[in-house]
């Protein structure tokens, strides 16, 4: 049995395991929510982080996989944490629990008599590479997706203070302007 047979065979349980340990960053009042609610509408976080788990975890075994679609789920997976304004250690620091989950389930199983010892050891130690490959990408996309979180704060603030400028000019103006309603014509 090779590594990606001896993962597949574990996959749901592997997934939920790591999209728990996910979950469990979130604070005490929304995790609960986001476990338990599978409605996408309602629990967008929840089902986004389910949806690129599992694209990511079969990337992580080395089934193939698009690298767009790769991309993708780890950039929808990032740009959630991004907005939450989650410090980098915990928005990307979540993609490395896999590893965690891995070493638990499938590192034991490896080194057990009657696998072919090195090479799944080896198909192993690539499969641990993978995930510090994600780790790296995701890093750059949250420098990304913060840096893009911060232009949109200032053009909101840029907006928002123009219409306050715009306002105070226009109040300046009608209190300097001279009272004309009100006179008579002089004689």
Not at 112 to 140: C, F, Q, T, W
Request: net charge negative; with cysteine; aromatic share 6%.
């Amino acid at each position: 049995m090779d590594i990606i047979e001896l993962c597949s065979s574990q996959r749901d349980e592997l997934v939920a395991r790591w999209v728990n340990l996910f979950f469990a960053s979130y604070p005490l009042d929304s995790k609960g929510f986001m476990r338990t609610s599978r409605d996408r509408f309602a629990n967008p976080v929840g089902e986004t982080t389910r949806m690129a788990a599992e694209v990511l975890f079969d990337a992580v075994i080395g089934k193939d996989a698009s690298p767009d679609i790769v991309k993708s789920a780890l950039h929808d997976l990032v740009w959630v944490r991004a907005v939450q304004d989650m410090p980098p250690s915990k928005a990307v620091g979540a993609l490395y629990l896999l590893k965690d989950v891995l070493r638990g389930a499938i590192l034991p199983e490896c080194q057990k008599p009657g696998h072919a010892g090195a090479d799944i050891l080896n198909e192993y130690l690539a499969m641990e590479s993978r995930v510090e490959s994600l780790g790296l990408m995701a890093l750059d996309m949250y420098s990304e997706a913060r840096e893009r979180v911060f232009r949109i704060r200032v053009e909101e603030v840029k907006r928002s203070q123009a219409a306050v400028i715009r306002l105070a000019k226009l109040r300046r103006e009608q209190e300097t302007a001279p009272e004309t309603e009100n006179r008579g014509v002089e004689e």
